[in-house]
């Protein structure tokens, strides 16, 4: 069974950083490939897209983050991804949720996914 494991939300101000993480773990030590995204939701919002990557590293990223977020992959550990979020505004404050599906192609909507981590907070204080 595989799962995904998010850390390194926290509080930041304005114009800060913050990068978070997410790990594809399996009681089988076995992960296959997966494709891989980032979706946030702030209270009282729907769910919306942030960042994907492929497993061959195409990435794509949502008009509100770009230029300021980087979705990335473990150089070693491939089920290993990456968010470095710089220059924070306020507005990015959210539930930031890691996705993954076995997909060859990057995947846009969530409801592709097949697996979803529990979330880490993101809270930017301006």
């Known amino acids: 069974q595989v799962q995904l494991v998010e850390s390194g939300g926290g509080l930041v101000q304005a114009g800060g950083s913050l990068r978070l993480s997410c790990s594809c773990v399996?009681?089988?030590?076995?992960?296959?490939?997966?494709?891989m995204g980032w979706f946030r939701q702030a209270p009282g919002k729907e769910r919306e897209f942030v960042a994907a990557i492929s497993w061959t590293d195409s990435t794509e990223y949502a008009d509100s983050v770009k230029c300021r977020f980087t979705i990335s992959r473990d150089n070693h550990i491939r089920n290993i991804v990456y968010l470095q979020m710089n220059s924070l505004k306020p507005e990015d404050t959210a539930d930031y949720y890691c996705?993954?599906?076995?997909?060859?192609?990057?995947?846009?909507?969530?409801?592709?996914?097949?697996?979803w981590g529990q979330g880490t907070q993101v809270t930017v204080s301006s």
């Open positions: 399996s009681s089988t030590r076995i992960v296959g490939t997966y494709a």
């Open positions: 996705a993954a599906g076995r997909a060859g192609t990057i995947i846009l909507k969530g409801d592709e996914y097949e697996l």
